[in-house]
């Protein structure tokens, strides 16, 4: 069963989702399972994980629906506020849901670069571990060396960066983001997505090899029993189609053994997310 780990739904609003901006036209619309199902089946992909793109309990409930009413998401990443008093009252009600496998902050919009290491969101972190749940990690590159402070705090806790935390590939100095991923990599209870490369790129104007370089680092750093393949669908649009986007990682990893590829494609995913 092969998983895409990582893709969003949302009905477009213009102040709910204000961070789709007017040089993202491309994504100013609704995106919903009817939209996805076809490009999972002519892809050979079975199922998938739906991720946060709201932060609200809403967005969680509104996720959490769509995967009732379609078989084919095997799993919710949603959002509750962490830094609560009452996270606890709030992850033991989130865990009657059985596909709800996980949670996700979007810290890369936070104006502090320590968030992650902020008292009370840590507070809810360590509760996780508890119920079960996952959580993705949402940075850039500059938040890597925090990142790698934040799971050293709980060996426990399965945690997942997400679109390789976003190396900018327009760039050619990929040090600092090559030394955080490194560092991150040590932590065993850390996996990474293969995901989210093209909307780093250069849009329209992207190539295969493009991505080689940092792939080697990912691949090197996490080895492949730590990566899972995500397309971050529909983002992903702006720059690619969801072929595209998924033949970037086919066309890297076709030298890998059958089982690494497996692995890739669908073990890792099932295992880290309790599919």
Not at 206 to 219: G, H, M, N, Q
Not at 229 to 252: K, M, N, R
Request: with cysteine; hydrophobic share 40%.
């Amino acid at each position: 069963m092969r998983i895409d780990s990582h893709n969003h739904f949302w009905k477009y609003h213009p102040l709910k989702d204000a961070w789709i901006t007017e040089d993202m036209k491309a994504i100013q619309q609704d995106f919903l399972p009817a939209d996805l199902l076809p490009l999972l089946k002519k892809n050979n992909i079975d199922g998938c994980v739906a991720i946060q793109a709201d932060q609200s309990e809403e967005e969680t409930h509104f996720l959490l629906q769509l995967a009732q009413e379609n078989e084919f998401i095997k799993g919710v990443v949603g959002w509750v506020d962490f830094s609560s008093k009452k996270i606890e009252e709030r992850l033991d009600y989130f865990s009657q849901f059985e596909k709800l496998k996980g949670f996700r902050h979007i810290v890369q919009g936070e104006v502090a670069d320590d968030f992650l290491l902020g008292t009370d969101f840590c507070n809810g972190i360590e509760k996780l571990a508890k119920y079960n749940f996952t959580y993705d990690i949402l940075i850039l590159p500059k938040h890597l060396p925090v990142a790698f402070e934040f799971v050293k705090k709980f060996p426990n806790q399965k945690f997942v960066l997400d679109h390789l935390a976003k190396p900018n590939f327009k760039q050619t100095d990929f040090t600092q983001w090559e030394n955080g991923i490194i560092n991150i990599a040590t932590c065993p209870n850390v996996y990474c997505k293969v995901s989210g490369m093209v909307t780093e790129a250069e849009w329209k104007n992207w190539k295969k090899e493009d991505f080689t370089y940092c792939l080697d680092v990912v691949t090197t750093a996490f080895g492949v029993n730590r990566l899972l393949f995500g397309s971050d669908w529909p983002v992903s649009l702006q720059s690619a189609t969801y072929e595209e986007s998924c033949g970037i990682v086919t066309h890297y990893f076709s030298e890998f053994s059958t089982e690494d590829q497996r692995k890739l494609w669908e073990e890792n995913a099932k295992f880290f997310y309790n599919l």
